[in-house]
């Protein structure tokens, strides 16, 4: 059955009209390589430039700070094995939580097998880390910390501006997976106390397969894919054009809706958590009340299987996930789910539904209906 509702944001979002008609030409007539000297090179270098710019003033950043990737992933694995390298001869000691996403975690387990160590901070029942704990944990030979800006699961917003004013007093490199931030929330660089921050494109309405890296002017950043002086000698490959100008008009468009958008969204999510926590027993919001993204409801039921009911609610037309998309066809109880100690009774049953632009009420009402329906189904076994 096909997708009536699309519950699902947080995995990816559906490219726009406009961001695909601002593609087109690249995917077209404009095929020449950004590297060559005569005018059909140039163009493609003067419109990778010009979404350079752009993402660069949405993000209050400066252009050389930007640096394209195919992803979010990429993104996270660059920075952490990147700086991790290269301060190495200064420490091996990172910082990072339990409930980053795994391109993160996966990363710091790379490093530890080669001889780094990275200790996982815990977070609270809400999912927050604190800036306090994060202090505590920094020793003589910490060179990074990395700490999501709002996470893909359950939706809490950590307090990274916090952080970063105690990191940056101490002179500590900083990154976040602002991967479900960005085009969400607002994020200046110019305010906030952040030295790297990841990015991907498919998050915002934007193609899939590219994505950003910021990292701030002076800070460490070595090359990643060596070969060609393509991004300033650091991400060697001649460059997904078409993806990088379809990124810039997506974060454009979001930037430019954000002050409607936020506000719908947030109060979509509010009823939606209203309607459930009054018409649903033995069921929990999972994150935090309002420290969360726009976007975001994730519940565990009492009692209940979450791959069922997502075979359940596709049947009503409903697409939605069980911890994250990248854990699917594993009924393992996912990592942040563990990380915030829910009950064992609820832990199995947790469903992540997020919003987006196009959401609207009748969807989360007709979402809640059918959630009611195949709870009692399930419950009745
Ligand atoms: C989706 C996501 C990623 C991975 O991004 P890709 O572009 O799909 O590689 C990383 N971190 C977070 C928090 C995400 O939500």
């Not at 710019?53 to 993000?59: D, F, G, H």
């Not at 640096?67 to 091996?92: C, L, R, Y």
């Not at 100008?245 to 719908?264: D, H, N, S």
């Not at 975001?296 to 049947?315: H, P, Q, R, W, Y």
Request: aromatic content about 6%; overall charge negative; charged content about 25%.
């Amino acid at each position: 059955m096909s997708c009536r509702i699309y519950m699902d944001h947080a995995a990816t979002t559906e490219m726009l009209p406009e961001v695909r008609e601002a593609m087109e030409p690249y995917l077209r007539e404009e095929y020449g390589n950004a590297s060559t000297s005569y005018d059909m090179g140039v163009r493609m270098h003067d419109a990778i430039e010009e979404a350079r710019e752009k993402i660069a003033w949405v993000i209050d950043a400066q252009p050389e700070e930007i640096f394209f990737t195919s992803g979010g992933s990429e993104s996270d694995n660059w920075v952490i094995k990147s700086v991790a390298g290269e301060k190495k001869n200064s420490g091996k000691h990172l910082i990072t939580t339990r409930i980053e996403h795994h391109a993160v975690l996966r990363s710091c387990q790379y490093l530890e097998s080669l001889g780094y160590e990275v200790t996982y901070l815990d977070v609270d029942d809400y999912g927050l880390v604190s800036a306090k704990e994060v202090v505590h944990a920094l020793r003589e030979d910490t060179t990074l910390v990395s700490v999501m800006t709002g996470n893909n699961e359950i939706g809490t917003i950590e307090p990274i501006a916090d952080i970063g004013a105690q990191l940056r007093a101490r002179g500590i490199a900083f990154h976040t997976d602002a991967v479900q931030a960005v085009g969400q929330i607002p994020l200046s660089m110019m305010r906030l106390p952040v030295d790297y921050l990841s990015a991907s494109a498919h998050k915002f309405h934007g193609p899939k397969g590219v994505g950003f890296l910021y990292a701030r002017k002076n800070q460490d950043l070595s090359s990643f894919i060596h070969g060609g002086s393509q991004e300033r000698g650091k991400r060697a490959g001649t460059e997904n054009v078409a993806g990088i100008v379809g990124m810039a008009q997506a974060l454009v468009i979001a930037a430019q809706e954000m002050p409607y958008t936020r506000g719908k969204i947030t109060r979509l999510r509010n009823y939606f958590a209203e309607r459930v926590r009054h018409e649903i027993p033995n069921i929990r919001l999972n994150g935090h009340p309002y420290k969360r993204l726009p976007g975001n409801v994730n519940f565990s039921i009492e009692g209940i299987d979450a791959t069922a009911l997502l075979v359940l609610l596709e049947e009503e037309g409903i697409c939605a996930s069980a911890g994250s998309a990248c854990n699917t066809g594993q009924t393992r109880i996912s990592h942040v789910i563990e990380a915030i100690r829910v009950p064992e009774n609820y832990a199995a049953g947790s469903v992540r539904f997020t919003m987006g632009r196009d959401t609207t009420r009748r969807d989360v009402d007709a979402c809640v209906d059918a959630l009611k329906r195949c709870v009692i189904i399930l419950r009745q076994g």
